[in-house]
Structures are given as structure tokens and as C-alpha cells.
T-cell receptor, first 118, second 112 residues
Framework: ETGVTQTPRHLVMGMTNKKSLKCEQH?????MYWYKQSAKKPLELMFV???????ENNSVPSRFSPECPNSSHLFLHLHTLQPEDSALYLC?????????????????FGAGSRLTVL | DAKTTQPPSMDCAEGRAANLPCNHS???????VYWYRQIHSQGPQYIIH???NNETNEMASLIITEDRKSSTLILPHATLRDTAVYYC?????????????FGRGTSLIVHP
């Protein structure tokens, strides 16, 4: 366990379904991230939240909708996805302010949610 | 953040040292070098980071050249469980823009 928990670990959904991925951390971090990792591709940054405000949206289609209700929780709402959206979705957190003291703005990742869109 | 270049794959015998190189010739003065690894289908795991001095922890050693344009991650006694993709990234230590970008990394295979 890394301290970042993602649920569900596996999700199969149809193109017309609506589902959500959840990420939770109790590390006291104040920045949270969503990454997408497709087969044999590098990790792609999707969204960044800092102090519950979205600070980065990396040209992600609107069928992916993030939500950060507080600094410990991050959601990724999914609707009308396409088969090419099948991937491993990874959540991470960090504490950039603490990192200023140690020089270590380290990301802690969850185990990921494996999504299959039929 | 500066760009990094890593060999796509390497292999190493179990029990030997694995030396993974990373080139970051455009690194700027306030950028740190970070290493992560990703074991198949899991989330990446932080290994070590440094600014200009060599660093060592329980997982690995990081050697940064004097001009900071390249670095080497050393796993002193590789085991089969060290088989993973290793990512080298450079970024500002804290504050400002903290958008970490991962490349393709180096796929390390440790064989018996």
C-alpha cells in the first residue's frame, strides 16, 4: 500500500454507461493528479489539482470529467467513452510546499484502475 | 521541464549491479533529477532524487555528473523483482510549475 487508494481496480463498461473512478489519499498531500497509460505508451498527464483547484487540463476530451471535492479525494467521471479509452488510469498525489523544504516534490501513485470499454 | 533521454531497454544478471543511464543535457540550475520505476501494471514508485550531489538510499544510488547533463541510477545487487520500467525525469523541486512528465523510460530485465 502506498497511501493512495484507487477504486475500482478493474472496470468494464459499455460506451453508453456512466461510471466514476475514485482516488483517496491520507498522506496530507495537497496536489492530486490523473494519468492515463495506454498499452505500450508513456504515461499521459490528464489533470492536476492543487488545493482543490484544477491547475492543468491537458487537452482531455470532455467525456472525462474530474472532480476534487477536498484535498484527500479525487474522482474521474466517465461517460460515453470509446474503446480507445481503455487503459490503466493512475492517480497520484504530492505536496509541493513540503517539497520546497526537502527539494523532493515526490509523486505517490496508486495501483491504478484498469478500464475496459466495450 | 527539461527533456530526458534513456535507452529503451537493458538487461542485467541477477546479483550484479544494474547501471541505468539518463541524459538531461538541457537541465537548468533549479531542476532536480528524479527516478521512478513501474513494475508491470502497477503505479510508478519513487526511487531517489538529487540536485547535484550523489545520493544513496536503501533502494539505489544516484550518480550525477559534475556538469549535471547526465546521471546514472545504480541498483547495486539487482534481483528478479527489479525487473521494471525505470523513468528518469527532471523538474523543479517545488512550487511554480509542477507538471511531471514521464517519457518511455528504460525497460530493465533482470535474468537469473
Amino acid at each position: 500500500e502506498t497511501g493512495v487508494t484507487q477504486t475500482p481496480r478493474h472496470l468494464v463498461m459499455g460506451m453508453t454507461n456512466k461510471k466514476s473512478l475514485k482516488c483517496e489519499q491520507h498522506l496530507g498531500h495537497n496536489a492530486m493528479y490523473w494519468y492515463k497509460q495506454s498499452a505500450k505508451k508513456p504515461l499521459e498527464l490528464m489533470f492536476v489539482y492543487s488545493l482543490e483547484e484544477r491547475v492543468e487540463n491537458n487537452s482531455v476530451p470532455s467525456r472525462f470529467s474530474p472532480e476534487c471535492p477536498n484535498s484527500s479525494h479525487l474522482f474521474l467521471h466517465l461517460h460515453t467513452l470509446q474503446p480507445e479509452d481503455s487503459a490503466l488510469y493512475l492517480c497520484a498525489s504530492s505536496h509541493p510546499t513540503q517539497g520546497a523544504l526537502s527539494g523532493a516534490n515526490v509523486l505517490t501513485f496508486g495501483a491504478g484502475s484498469r478500464l475496459t470499454v466495450l | 521541464d527539461a527533456k530526458t533521454t534513456q535507452p529503451p531497454s537493458m538487461d542485467c544478471a541477477e546479483g550484479r549491479a544494474a547501471n541505468l543511464p539518463c541524459n538531461h543535457s538541457t537541465i537548468s540550475g533549479n531542476e532536480y533529477v528524479y527516478w521512478y520505476r513501474q513494475i508491470h501494471s502497477q503505479g510508478p514508485q519513487y526511487i531517489i532524487h538529487g540536485l547535484k550531489n550523489n545520493e544513496t538510499n536503501e533502494m539505489a544510488s544516484l550518480i550525477i555528473t559534475e556538469d549535471r547533463k547526465s546521471s546514472t541510477l545504480i541498483l547495486p545487487h539487482a534481483t528478479l523483482r527489479d525487473t521494471a520500467v525505470y523513468y528518469c525525469i527532471v523538474r523543479v523541486g517545488a512550487g511554480g510549475s509542477y507538471i511531471p512528465t514521464f517519457g518511455r523510460g528504460t525497460s530493465l530485465i533482470v535474468h537469473p
